[in-house]
């Protein structure tokens, strides 16, 4: 019902930045905190980043002060913007949405919705 799309990973060198983002479409009622979550291989998948819809932020401590997140409410997207980039954050890095749906009549509650991930790598 809610459709989450990444775009923006790459190789990068250390030092250097990308910028992701992830529109979110679909039968979507309302969407709550958006987020950004990464997975290293062999890893349990954590959180980077999340923001509430009003702006309040949260950030991992491994990226604060290098990363900062930002949503455009109008247009139903998050962004990353990742600087001083380290080969530590190589990951794939997922999008993440708490959103409520409205489709066919039916009113589905909030749950959380994933994209389908981006490869971000850090080259040192």
């Known amino acids: 019902q809610v459709h989450l799309v990444e775009s923006g990973g790459g190789l990068v060198q250390a030092g250097e930045s990308l910028r992701l983002s992830c529109a979110a479409s679909g039968s979507i009622f309302r969407i709550y905190d958006m987020g950004w979550y990464l997975q290293a291989p062999g890893k349990q998948r954590e959180l980077v980043a999340n923001i509430t819809s009003g702006g309040s932020t949260n950030y991992a401590d491994s990226v604060k002060g290098r990363f900062t997140i930002s949503r455009d409410n109008a247009k139903n997207t998050v962004y990353l913007q990742m600087n001083s980039l380290k080969p530590d954050d190589t990951a794939v890095y997922y999008c993440?949405?708490?959103?409520?749906?409205?489709?066919?009549?039916?009113?589905?509650?909030?749950?959380?919705?994933w994209g389908q991930g981006t490869q971000v790598t850090v080259s040192s």
């Open positions: 993440n949405a708490d959103a409520s749906a409205y489709w066919t009549g039916r009113y589905y509650p909030r749950r959380d919705y």
